[in-house]
């Protein structure tokens, strides 16, 4: 068993099937938070859940706010001009 952020991580992560997953998905996130890992299968397909932290501890990549604002995507070509025209006219 590995520890990421001071949980244990089973190496069989709960499995779900699509239908459950959605009907549950509170309970899905849930567990991820607090157990770990959840696996979602479709057709022949998985995907895991897991909390922002394990994601962030796992990819090595921690992102604030202010980290988005200062590197995130410039607003080049975005027309910030404020629209002079009058207010449109409404009957109350």
Known sequence: MKTLANKVYRPNPKAWNLADAKNRFSEVVGLALQQGPQT??????????ISERAFQKLTGVEHTFLDFIFKGPGLDGVDLTRDKALSRKISL
Request: aromatic share 0%; net charge positive; proline share 0%.
């Open 40 to 49: 979602v299968s479709r057709r022949n397909e998985r995907v895991v859940i």
